[in-house]
């Protein structure tokens, strides 16, 4: 992988709307945090909830902490995110993700040429159990994770 171009800032958004999530949004947060490419902010939006609003900012130091401001879902609270980031790059986490450490360089890498307007990757499922028997690799995009024929290199 060619090395991330150096003075490339951005920004991480994950939205959130329950704390039903907290867990795994707080194992989102943390590893948006220990990104190798560390990004410029960490910006938790959440959807129209006080009170897990009040608790983002109580209990996650080290991260902005917006209330969506726009229509309520996950569309409106990127847009906040977006919005309100101080960075030109903006990198988008769902609240039920866990992101390598190297997720954020190598999105920023694709910026190098630039008539590059947006990067994406791999997306591997964390099953709750196992993986369904019966769920061939060309349906997996039903449950938002990498599929068999998406694109394996750039495109």
Known sequence: MPPTPSG????????????????????TVASALAQEHRAAEVIVVVDHNPEL??????????????????ARGASGTRNTGAFHSRTSLIAFL???TVASPAWLGGLIVAFADPTVIGAGGGILPAWERTRPRWMPDEL??????SYT???????
Request: avoid cysteine; aromatic fraction near 4%; charged fraction near 25%.
């Open 94 to 96: 769902d609240d039920d």
């Open 8 to 27: 490339t800032d951005a920004s991480i958004v994950i939205p959130t709307h329950t704390q039903l999530r907290w867990d795994s949004l707080s194992r």
């Open 140 to 145: 997996l995009w039903t449950v938002g994770v």
């Open 53 to 70: 609003a009040a608790r983002v900012k109580r209990e996650m130091p080290g991260v902005t902490v917006l209330e969506n401001d726009s």
């Open 149 to 155: 024929g998406m694109p394996t290199s750039v495109a």
